[in-house]
């Protein structure tokens, strides 16, 4: 929607004209007149007669203007012009119409058409009813005359109706003087306010044609795009070659009626940008459409947002470099322990002759925590090639319950060790998805590792897998400490850990980022559902189930071998 033009037209009259004082006493003086010329009429002729009640009748429009103090609006307005008009109607017919003696009256609807309204819109109209309100009581006037009653006539009831009448019809006509000079001053006034306020707004607003001329200018404009050369060369000269294409863009995405945002390098001032807010405007009175633009200096947001791009290439440059040296340390890391953990497992299994028993000690200690340290060394190279994107899958079509089988065997003497239950509920038949063997062994051994590290002995720890339609849903649960709400949120990235310090010394943090990472490779996630002082499940869903369906039985329906989880 495009904004309207403003108007300086009076509208309908609302509570608080500053017209309605002399209004309301242009009605009571009205009805004060007419109420004593009837009084009169009535003392001078005894019981009075038509006249004397077409008088009291005609005072009725002067008393409900009173109102007017009280409640405003164009229906009442509306209201109290037809009580004029029916007040003229009756002074016609019991004053003899047109030759009688409140002939003078019949003039009254459109004095006060004018009097209630007073300048052009709804005052016009008002002037317009009124005069066809004159009209009617006339035309009233002409039949009694012919057909109604014909009072004897009175040349003081007459004289003194027609001088009210004349004297109230002048007195409406600068009463509708005073109300049009009233609301065109308080139009002017509300143009000078507008005019105050856009003039000391703190940025710079342009009215400009769709070729970027600018037609106005408000405000206070920007240092770097002073008004003057604006105005001589057009919005475009003030715009640095390169960025004259996306203010182009955006002057032609407003026309269209959609607002718009851009933001330029001033070719005065190549260091500061100005950023520019645009919106259609249609005018009335112009040949085509306008645009609405407010220019404000953006120079300090773009030097954050310069600094904040930098900092981030900064922090993306050093993250692949801590990669790359990580790869690098466990590659040469990994390749002296192989040789400490083979030397160690001959002394450990005594294959060169006897050696006393603490030394043999030694030796199973070596090879125990060497293992350990080639865990944490394969995992740290995995999470930095993945973060490094130089992991590379290995998809092969494949029997899931392998990997997890040989994931569990692993794990069972740590899990006999500390007498922990390890169930696993597996599929009867094969279980086909394409994916890598590794990778899913791995996922399948580190959820196994961190169940049973965390789950007190007579604990269980029970894997689950299946296929559901086309994903493949591996699930481990244990019934260990649990993980606190505020700790679920933070495990999965590297180097994360949750539970008191007790528990944080039996792990690494990478576990889990790792199999989160493993998995979205694969194109799934990973998702862990834990409630405090009673265990966890942690749940792998990957993309690469092979659809697996069996022969319709007779029924017709179909069965898909696929166990449903507990």
Same mark, same amino acid.
């Given at each position: 929607?495009?904004?309207?033009?403003?108007?300086?037209?009076?509208?309908?009259?609302?509570?608080?004209?500053?017209?309605?004082?002399?209004?309301?006493?242009?009605?009571?003086?009205?009805?004060?007149?007419?109420?004593?010329?009837?009084?009169?009429?009535?003392?001078?002729?005894?019981?009075?007669?038509?006249?004397?009640?077409?008088?009291?009748?005609?005072?009725?429009?002067?008393?409900?203007?009173?109102?007017?103090?009280?409640?405003?609006?164009?229906?009442?307005?509306?209201?109290?012009?037809?009580?004029?008009?029916?007040?003229?109607?009756?002074?016609?017919?019991?004053?003899?119409?047109?030759?009688?003696?409140?002939?003078?009256?019949?003039?009254?609807?459109?004095?006060?058409?004018?009097?209630?309204?007073?300048?052009?819109?709804?005052? !016009?109209?008002? @002037? =317009?009813?009124? +005069?066809?309100?004159?009209?009617?009581?006339?035309?009233? *006037? %002409?039949? /009694? &005359? #012919?057909?109604?009653?014909?009072?004897?006539?009175?040349?003081?009831?007459?004289?003194?109706?027609?001088?009210?009448?004349?004297?109230?019809?002048?007195?409406?006509?600068?009463?509708?003087?005073?109300?049009?000079?009233?609301?065109?001053?308080?139009?002017?006034?509300?143009?000078?306010?507008?005019?105050?306020?856009?003039?000391?707004?703190?940025?710079?607003?342009?009215?400009?044609?769709?070729?970027?001329?600018?037609?106005? !200018?408000?405000? @206070? =404009?920007?240092? +770097?795009?002073?008004?003057?050369?604006?105005?001589?060369? *057009? %919005?475009? /000269? &003030? #715009?640095?070659?390169?960025?004259?294409?996306?203010?182009?863009?955006?002057?032609?995405?407003?026309?269209?009626?959609?607002?718009?945002?851009?933001?330029?390098?001033?070719?005065?001032?190549?260091?500061?940008?100005?950023?520019?807010?645009?919106?259609?405007?249609?005018?009335?009175?112009?040949?085509?459409?306008?645009?609405?633009?407010?220019?404000?200096?953006?120079?300090?947001?773009?030097?954050?947002?310069?600094?904040?791009? !930098?900092?981030? @290439?900064?922090?993306? +440059?050093?993250?692949?470099?801590?990669?790359?040296?990580?790869?690098?340390?466990?590659?040469?890391?990994?390749?002296?322990?192989?040789?400490?953990?083979?030397?160690?497992?001959?002394?450990?299994?005594?294959?060169?002759?006897?050696?006393?028993?603490?030394?043999?000690?030694?030796?199973?200690?070596?090879?125990?925590?060497?293992?350990?340290?080639?865990?944490?060394?394969?995992?740290?190279?995995?999470?930095?090639?993945?973060?490094?994107?130089?992991?590379?899958?290995?998809?092969?079509?494949?029997?899931?319950?392998?990997?997890?089988? @040989?994931?569990?065997?692993?794990?069972?003497?740590?899990?006999?060790?500390?007498?922990?239950?390890?169930?696993?509920?597996?599929?009867?038949?094969?279980?086909?998805?394409?994916?890598?063997?590794?990778?899913?062994?791995?996922?399948?051994?580190?959820?196994?590792?961190?169940?049973?590290?965390?789950?007190?002995?007579?604990?269980?720890?029970?894997?689950?897998?299946?296929?559901?339609?086309?994903?493949?849903?591996?699930?481990?649960?244990?019934?260990?400490?649990?993980?606190?709400?505020?700790?679920?949120?933070?495990?999965?990235?590297?180097?994360?850990?949750?539970?008191?310090?007790?528990?944080?010394?039996?792990?690494?943090?990478?576990?889990?980022?790792?199999?989160?990472?493993?998995?979205?490779?694969?194109?799934?996630?990973?998702?862990?559902?834990?409630?405090?002082?009673?265990?966890?499940?942690?749940?792998?869903?990957?993309?690469?189930?092979?659809?697996?369906?069996?022969?319709?039985?007779?029924?017709?329906?179909?069965?898909?071998?696929?166990?449903?989880?507990?």
């Amino acid at each position: 929607m495009t904004p309207d033009a403003p108007s300086l037209e009076p509208k309908a009259p609302a509570a608080g004209d500053p017209a309605l004082p002399g209004l309301a006493a242009w009605h009571a003086g009205w009805a004060v007149a007419v109420a004593v010329l009837a009084l009169g009429l009535r003392w001078l002729g005894g019981e009075g007669g038509p006249a004397f009640w077409g008088l009291l009748a005609s005072a009725v429009p002067g008393l409900m203007g009173l109102t007017l103090l009280w409640r405003d609006g164009q229906g009442h307005r509306l209201l109290i012009l037809g009580v004029w008009t029916a007040a003229a109607v009756v002074a016609a017919l019991l004053g003899g119409g047109l030759g009688g003696d409140l002939a003078g009256l019949m003039v009254m609807p459109v004095a006060a058409g004018l009097s209630l309204g007073g300048g052009r819109g709804f005052g !016009a109209r008002l @002037a =317009a009813l009124g +005069a066809a309100g004159s009209a009617l009581a006339v035309i009233v *006037g %002409l039949g /009694a &005359a #012919v057909y109604g009653v014909s009072p004897d006539p009175s040349p003081l009831v007459a004289a003194g109706a027609g001088l009210i009448a004349l004297s109230a019809f002048v007195l409406s006509l600068r009463l509708g003087w005073r109300a049009r000079e009233v609301r065109l001053s308080s139009a002017r006034g509300g143009v000078r306010r507008a005019e105050a306020v856009l003039a000391g707004q703190p940025g710079l607003t342009l009215i400009l044609d769709p070729a970027g001329k600018p037609l106005a !200018a408000y405000g @206070a =404009a920007p240092a +770097a795009l002073p008004i003057e050369p604006l105005f001589e060369g *057009g %919005l475009f /000269a &003030a #715009v640095h070659a390169p960025d004259r294409t996306a203010v182009v863009a955006a002057i032609d995405r407003a026309l269209t009626g959609t607002a718009a945002t851009v933001r330029f390098a001033p070719r005065a001032a190549l260091d500061r940008r100005v950023t520019l807010l645009l919106r259609r405007f249609d005018d009335p009175g112009a040949s085509g459409p306008r645009l609405i633009v407010q220019a404000f200096e953006t120079t300090a947001d773009h030097a954050r947002e310069v600094a904040l791009d !930098a900092a981030r @290439a900064e922090a993306e +440059a050093q993250n692949r470099a801590k990669s790359r040296f990580l790869a690098n340390m466990s590659h040469e890391l990994r390749t002296p322990l192989n040789a400490v953990l083979g030397f160690a497992d001959i002394m450990r299994q005594r294959l060169f002759g006897p050696l006393p028993d603490r030394y043999a000690d030694y030796a199973a200690s070596i090879h125990e925590a060497g293992a350990h340290l080639l865990d944490l060394i394969n995992d740290v190279l995995d999470v930095s090639k993945i973060e490094a994107q130089k992991y590379q899958l290995t998809p092969e079509v494949l029997d899931a319950r392998d990997p997890v089988a @040989a994931a569990m065997a692993l794990v069972r003497p740590l899990a006999d060790d500390k007498g922990v239950s390890l169930t696993g509920v597996l599929p009867p038949e094969p279980l086909t998805v394409t994916a890598d063997r590794r990778a899913l062994k791995q996922m399948a051994l580190n959820l196994l590792s961190n169940a049973v590290k965390f789950t007190p002995p007579e604990g269980s720890v029970t894997v689950t897998l299946g296929a559901i339609g086309p994903y493949l849903e591996l699930v481990v649960a244990d019934t260990g400490s649990g993980i606190a709400p505020e700790d679920l949120k933070r495990l999965g990235r590297p180097f994360e850990q949750a539970g008191d310090g007790d528990q944080r010394a039996r792990g690494t943090g990478l576990g889990l980022s790792l199999v989160r990472s493993l998995a979205e490779l694969h194109g799934g996630r990973l998702t862990l559902d834990s409630t405090l002082g009673e265990g966890t499940a942690a749940t792998v869903r990957l993309p690469v189930a092979a659809p697996v369906s069996a022969p319709a039985p007779d029924g017709g329906a179909e069965i898909i071998p696929m166990p449903s989880r507990g």
